[in-house]
């Protein structure tokens, strides 16, 4: 299969903004006072709840390959571009640091990198646009491309998000709504000859108080809950390329040239269920539990038949194969550390895999074969820069008073993290 190569990533600037944000957090660890308990100040009432859930409309900390994020209650910045944030994560496998649950029969190492930034634009202080660019490198030999440590880029995401809060229900509930489209510029999407993929977002999240939202520990916990529903628009209901043509047998015998490139259907429908949960442990640590269902309808397979001599005989299909409905489950975990305003740092845990195991039975939530762990599972190290903040520490032109000690606990964000449904 042959892809139109990309234009390459240009390193220089994301090196510029990570170096920006480390010797801030250098500078402030550094140089900041101790300050008495009797001068401690006084801390404010309770916070807003931005919260998002599953739609994309809170303040993003994590990957692609992982996560959701950590929300600070804040007073609002005025830029109008705020909660634009830059994400830098590595990965490697469980069977790379021998953190297996049982050996497997071939040993395949993966570390890989992945670079993601997230712009975002307010119109009103309820609705706004955002977008998302991925960038992956695998230094190991593990990733399913053409060369050797190839530059792979995801699709680009777009989305028009309006978030509110509900006082009808609680001061500390929120919902969202938008829409999305994402566009096919990942070498997956070129190859299974998809035009874009749109869909809608819904989301609602509850903040729980325990201890007072201006509480030093455990001040409070959330829980939210997300759908997002995609339709690709393709040429085919089957993976095509207009640059791969060879020569194909039909039924009765002609040859003819395909693009076809798998005889496997494409997702017809996707409906993405989330349910995010997150515990405050401190006003700058943060614990994120997720678990997300992916479920596809492929098309399905139309009825032939071959011509022969005593008439037309129906084609049938391998059992299994005709299975149209699958069902992928994502569990992530992650603690998230806010080392300084402008950047967060995020150790976590993730599992993205078939419902289906390799025997043919469904995953459960106990035994050798189990939701919580697979031969694809992965170790994460997120670091996240938020650009709003870098840019007004860097211009010397705070946007926002001083934020206050009030925060609310959120969740992860991954390679489709809750913040992302």
């Known amino acids: 299969m042959v892809h139109n190569r990309l234009p390459p990533l240009r390193p220089a600037p994301i090196a510029a903004v990570l170096v920006a944000a480390v010797a801030r957090a250098s500078l402030v660890l550094a140089a900041e006072p101790t ?43 005025n830029l109008p571009w705020r909660d634009t944030s830059l994400h830098f994560e590595q990965t490697v496998s469980t069977q790379t640091v021998g953190l297996e649950t049982s050996p497997q029969l071939t040993y395949v190492p993966l570390y890989e990198w992945w670079l993601s930034f997230r712009p975002r634009y307010y119109f009103t202080d309820k ?24 530059d792979i880029f995801g699709d680009i995401w777009a989305n028009l998000v309006y978030a509110t809060g509900v006082p009808a229900i609680s001061k500390h509930t929120e919902v969202s ?10 070498l997956e999407s070129q190859g299974e000859g998809v035009y874009v993929r749109a ?17 030093k520990y455990f001040s409070n916990a959330h829980v939210a809950l997300g759908l997002w529903y995609e339709h690709p628009f393709s040429r085919a209901t089957t993976p095509t390329n207009p640059n791969l043509d060879y020569t194909r047998q039909d039924t009765e015998g002609m040859s003819f040239v395909s693009d076809q490139v798998s005889g496997t259907t494409l997702v017809n429908h996707q409906l993405v269920a989330s349910i995010d949960t997150g515990l405050q442990i401190t006003s700058k640590l943060a614990l994120n539990v ?3 269902f992916f479920n596809q309808w492929h098309y399905g397979l139309p009825s032939t038949c071959v011509a022969t001599l005593t008439g037309c005989a129906a084609v049938g299909t391998t059992p299994g194969f005709g299975t149209t409905y699958t069902v992928d489950t994502w569990f992530v975990t992650s603690i998230d550390y806010e080392l300084v305003d402008e950047l967060t740092l995020t150790l976590g845990y993730y599992n993205l895999t078939n419902e289906i195991a390799p025997d043919g039975q469904r995953r459960g939530l106990v035994g ?15 670091i996240t820069a938020n650009l709003d ?3 007004e520490w860097a211009s010397g032109k705070p946007t926002h008073p001083p934020q206050s000690q009030n925060r609310t606990a959120t969740a992860p964000n991954g390679p489709l993290g809750s913040s992302d449904l």
């Not at 100040?41 to 900390?61: H, K, M, R």
């Not at 709504?177 to 990942?186: D, H, K, N, V």
């Not at 999240?205 to 509480?215: D, E």
């Not at 189990?370 to 694809?376: E, G």
């Open 199 to 215: 869909g809608a977002l819904v989301g609602i999240k509850q903040v729980i108080p325990i201890n007072g939202l201006s509480a």
């Open 290 to 292: 997720d678990m997300i």
């Open 127 to 150: 609705l706004f646009a955002s977008a998302r660019f991925d960038y992956y490198k695998d230094f190991t030999n593990a990733a399913q491309t053409t060369e050797y440590r190839q």
């Open 368 to 382: 050798q074969d189990n939701i919580w762990w697979s031969p694809d599972a992965r170790i994460f190290f997120d």
């Open 35 to 77: 300050v008495p308990a009797a001068e401690q100040p006084t801390p404010v009432g309770p916070a807003s709840t931005d919260a998002t859930g599953a739609s994309e409309s809170a303040p993003e900390t994590s990957k692609d390959s992982s996560q959701i994020n950590t929300t600070i209650d804040k007073p609002e910045s």
């Open 177 to 186: 709504a938008g829409a999305r489209l994402r566009f096919p510029t990942s």
């Open 389 to 391: 903040t870098i840019y």
